[in-house]
């Protein structure tokens, strides 16, 4: 079992930013990859960005790329997302994810364990 704990969300007014946090614990020697995805009201849970653990491979959405930037920190077996130029359609539910196998990191789906969310709200 892997836990993991997302810390990090809030309200904030578009165009600023936010560093949201993943930490995991537990059987965490076998990890491919982490990867964030976000799920708006109504709307179904979407990739954000995903970094392979092995190297540091970093695969993000359109609508984030040059907004966003995930990295990690081995030591503290800790995943970011460093978020800028928030917009409002940013607006939802973060989670982070732990995939231990080598899958197709966009598809929710194939990841293993999951944190409880963050909300992040951007307003206009």
């Known amino acids: 079992q892997v836990q993991l704990v997302e810390s990090g969300g809030g309200l904030v007014q578009a165009g600023g930013s936010l560093t949201l946090s993943c930490a995991a614990s537990g059987r965490t020697f076998s990890t491919y990859a982490r990867g964030w995805f976000r799920q708006a009201p109504g709307k179904e849970r979407e990739f954000v960005a995903a970094?392979?653990?092995?190297?540091?491979?970093?695969y993000y959405a359109d609508s984030v790329k040059g907004r966003f930037t995930i990295s990690r920190d081995n030591a503290k077996n800790t995943v970011y997302l460093q978020m800028n130029s928030l917009k409002p359609e940013d607006t939802a539910v973060y989670y982070c994810a732990h995939a231990s196998l080598r899958i197709d990191l966009s598809i929710w789906e194939r990841y293993d364990y999951w944190g409880q969310g963050t909300q992040v709200t951007v307003s206009s």
């Open positions: 970094i392979r653990w092995s190297g540091g491979i970093t």
